[in-house]
């Protein structure tokens, strides 16, 4: 195989990676902006109170 194009290969699977682990790296970040601690401390003391209002066996 002609060194070009295998370097045009690598390139291409390079860029690649480095597109996925941008838009991962995005996601994250938007994901935590919309899980703030106050949304979080509200959902455990939700889930507390469910647990302590189920009938116990």
Known sequence: ???????????R????????A??????NFYKQEMDSPDSIVSQVKMDEEENDAAPKD
Do not use: Q
């Open 22 to 27: 941008f838009m991962v790296g995005v996601h």
């Open 1 to 11: 195989m002609n060194p070009f194009f295998s370097f045009f290969k690598y390139l």
């Open 13 to 20: 699977k390079l860029t690649w990676a480095l597109i996925v």
